[in-house]
């Protein structure tokens, strides 16, 4: 991922209604009326975090007539993973040799 694609990611999950969606979808494909109804929000609303999570590729739609499918793509998120594991798994013992 380069670094467009990681800020995109992370402005995805910085909202609590899109971490929200994200926790719906953990379950699987999910129509955007029962994300409406979980949620509570309005239409532009969802349309608006909707668009964020789908730019960022965490989250991919299908049409079905008038209706919009979302999910998990666990391809993202697997970089994702991928991404942050890099921190956790660096040395730790590198001292700075600034003078």
């Known amino acids: 991922m380069n670094n467009l694609e990681i800020a995109n ?17 953990k379950s699987g494909e999910k129509c955007a009326c029962i994300l ?21 590729k965490m989250v991919v739609s299908r049409k079905e ?4 499918y979302y999910s998990v793509n666990e391809n993202k998120i697997e970089e994702a993973t991928h991404y942050l594991t890099t921190f956790s798994t660096s040395k730790k013992d590198k001292k700075c040799l600034c003078k």
């Open 36 to 56: 409406l109804e979980e949620l509570q929000i309005g239409q532009s609303t969802l349309s608006h975090h909707m668009k964020i999570l789908c730019d960022s």
């Open 65 to 68: 007539g008038k209706w919009t």
């Open 9 to 25: 990611l992370f402005k995805a999950l910085c909202d609590e209604n899109r971490v929200t969606i994200m926790e719906l979808l």
